[in-house]
């Protein structure tokens, strides 16, 4: 019998040297004349372990890790297509301790099933949301979504089954369901996982997202540092199409559904949602005056679905289990599950899928095990570039949209940054200043403005120059961007900015000063 | 007379991959993506055919072109390196990374070194912060720079 050996093609693999593993690992297959063949999956999300290599054996799926090409003719000398022991074994992957502490239900075939063979993603669940939606009524659909409690997980939390209700209820020939992939925040990557390790979910969840609202075309709006998701989705697409799950008649239904995959040009701005519906016209990524909604006037000025990748891809799970089940995960008006990333400092860096409400603390020190460098955890940034900086005395916090909310901060996308003792937290603020002048769209004068101004008053505090009259004026300058920016990326800089100067005060003062309290 | 052939060589192709695109909805984004990879960046002789192909002004075109990082108006080096500049990766020492890798390199943020070889560009995230830092070479994606990893790129660049 043909063992199936998997090895991922995930960036986050290949940025480790997955390809060259896969390649001698063929090689091996080939000059000792095994019956073996290589599935290309995505990644369970335990970088540490990346490359890591599994084989399908009778006693189930095993094992090994992080898996170098130089390892891989010992691997066969071990027998490892039989599950041999190795140095590098590390057992049933579902019983790693970091992967059987989640809760997957967006990410329950991520690094399990090949991404573009629709037989096994339909041999895992897969479709079973779409056939239910098939024989709803779109208002039975919206109000699933509604009753779930899913809000997008892009960033901004609004609940997801009240977009699309607006879309539904708004009359129009033509409508759209655009899905936001410009996942452009640091330490964030679960869109890409996603995308590359299961692009059918994506798929079924806009296709259910169309059928609700009745659209007959979607666009993937996917940002151009992501190449190798491009290639998943389109080796998918090419594939549902093939198959009847997208074109003229969606699973022999009487809707007609369609996608294509529109590739950014590396502008951050563009992943709000109205740039980018402008980036999809054609124009300058710049941001819109809200309202109208883009659920009411977005793409061309048609009605349209916008939502994240994540939120999109659990759909299927809400309308194949029901609203009940996914609403049963979670605490207050955080529902379901949210795929947490784990990143920078830390020595267990990844994705974990969990209901909401673990803490920070629980986070960063339990699961992600703490600096990579082993210096102590100085400060937490939580919610991507625009999020706030959080110190150990906030580890508390669990990780809820509204328990964030009251600490000043935002969960946005679910990305986690842990920087060690050694960080300047006056850096900090600045580059968050620096980030938004590069990136701003040019609109509003707060963001294009200030932000290059904030650079200039942070300078001028790491000189000495009259620092507490410029401390007096950074906070002026972030009150002005909050409240006078028209999109998040003005209007959230100032949260990196204002946590690092209330939690970090110690960083904002002059050298000769800072280094006499030390 | 160089000139005017080289000239008509990029209308050609510029026109091709315009035409690839005249049905799609918003086709000035593709079109941008598919001129810069037919030419390593886009001409500006470029910009006047697709303004005149989508009866847009030059003007409504330039400033598209000119809104997107990725866009360049010069032929980039043999090869591009992109580093990741963003948080996740300065939490792993990217900033140090990155002046190594300057310095290997000779060259600085959004130059090309002299030898033509390779043309260096920050980005904000490459969506690897489970390995920061990182980079991408050529596309090819690059995690947990070092000093060994720098020493191969360093090493295949100039090869």
């Known amino acids: 019998m043909t063992v199936t050996i998997y090895v991922p093609r995930d960036s986050g693999a290949l940025a480790l040297g997955a390809e060259k593993v896969a390649a001698r690992i063929a090689g091996e297959i080939k000059t000792r004349g095994l019956d073996a063949k290589i599935v290309r999956n995505g990644s369970r999300g335990l970088y540490w372990l990346e490359p890591m290599v599994e084989v399908e054996t009778p006693a189930g799926r095993t094992a090994y890790g992080p898996v170098a090409a130089k390892d891989v003719p010992s691997l066969f000398d071990a027998d490892f297509l039989s599950g041999g022991r190795h140095g590098l074994s590390l057992g049933d992957p579902e019983k790693i301790p970091y992967l059987a502490r989640q809760t997957r239900l967006t990410f329950a075939r991520v690094g399990v099933i090949d991404p573009v063979a629709l037989a096994d993603y339909k041999a895992h669940g897969g479709l079973a949301g779409l056939e239910k939606a098939l024989k709803m009524t779109p208002a039975d659909i919206v109000r699933q979504v509604t009753d779930s409690g899913l809000r997008g997980r892009g960033g901004a939390g609004f609940p997801t089954g009240v977009k699309w209700k607006t879309v539904l209820g708004t009359p129009g020939e033509v409508k759209y369901v655009v899905c936001n992939a410009d996942e452009g925040d640091s330490g964030t990557f679960s869109d890409r996982m996603v995308m590359e390790g299961d692009p059918f979910v994506l798929i079924e969840g806009m296709t259910i997202a169309a059928i609700a609202v009745g659209a007959r075309k979607g666009y993937i709006y996917l940002r151009s540092e992501y190449p190798h998701a491009e290639k998943v989705l389109n080796e998918a697409l090419a594939v549902a199409r093939k198959a009847g799950v997208l074109g003229g008649s969606v699973l022999g239904s009487k809707h007609a559904f369609d996608i294509e995959v529109r590739m950014g040009a590396g502008a951050y701005v563009c992943g709000e949602e109205t740039a980018l519906l402008d980036s999809l016209e054609g124009k300058r990524g710049q941001v819109r005056a809200k309202p109208p909604l883009p659920a009411q006037k977005g793409l061309f000025g048609k009605p349209t679905v916008m939502n994240n990748v994540i939120s999109l891809a659990s759909v299927p799970i809400v309308l194949d289990k029901g609203a009940a089940y996914y609403k049963d995960f979670g605490l207050g008006r955080s529902r379901g599950t949210i795929p947490i990333q784990i990143a920078g400092n830390v020595k267990y860096p990844g994705l974990f899928e969990a209901a909401f409400g673990l803490t920070l603390g629980e986070i960063v020190d339990g699961i992600g095990g703490g600096t990579k460098s082993g210096r102590p955890v100085r400060a937490v940034q939580v919610g991507g570039p625009l999020g706030a900086y959080f110190p150990r005395e906030l580890f508390d916090t669990p990780f809820d949209y509204e328990a964030f909310a009251a600490k000043d901060g935002l969960i946005g996308h679910a990305g986690v940054v842990v920087f060690d003792d050694t960080v300047d937290m006056l850096k900090q603020a600045r580059f968050a200043m620096e980030f938004c002048a590069i990136e701003s769209c040019g609109k509003c004068t707060p963001c294009r403005v200030g932000a290059v101004r904030g650079v200039e008053v942070a300078d001028r505090i790491a000189g000495g120059v009259e620092p507490e009259k410029q401390v007096a004026l950074l906070e002026d300058l972030c009150n002005t961007m909050k409240f006078g920016s028209l999109c998040a990326l003005g209007g959230f800089t100032p949260y990196p900015v204002m946590s690092a100067l209330r939690h970090f005060p110690e960083d904002f003062r002059p050298h000769p000063l800072r280094e006499a309290a030390e | ?159």
């Not at chain 2, 060589?9 to 315009?18: C, D, G, Q």
């Not at chain 2, 948080?87 to 959004?110: F, K, P, T």
Request: aromatic share 6%; with cysteine; net charge negative.
């Open chain 2, 1 to 159: 007379m160089t000139m005017e052939r080289n000239d008509t060589e990029i209308a050609t192709r510029t026109l091709a991959v315009v035409e690839t695109w005249r049905d799609a909805e918003g086709p000035l984004l593709p079109i941008l993506n598919g001129v810069q990879k037919e030419f390593g960046y886009v001409p500006d002789e470029a910009l006047q055919v697709i303004a005149k192909a989508l009866n847009l002004s030059r003007a409504d075109v330039y400033g598209v072109f000119s809104f997107y990082h990725d866009y360049r108006d010069r032929p980039a080096g043999r090869h591009v390196l992109k580093v990741c500049r963003a948080e996740s990766c300065q939490a792993m020492g990217g900033d140090e990374m990155a002046d190594r890798l300057r310095e290997a390199l000779g060259v600085d943020w959004h130059g090309t070194s002299r030898d033509g070889a390779v043309t260096l560009e920050p980005v904000y995230c490459l969506g690897l912060c489970a390995c920061s830092p990182s980079a991408m070479l050529d596309g090819e994606v690059v995690g947990r720079l070092d000093e060994e990893r720098i020493g191969e790129i360093a090493a295949e660049v100039r090869a």
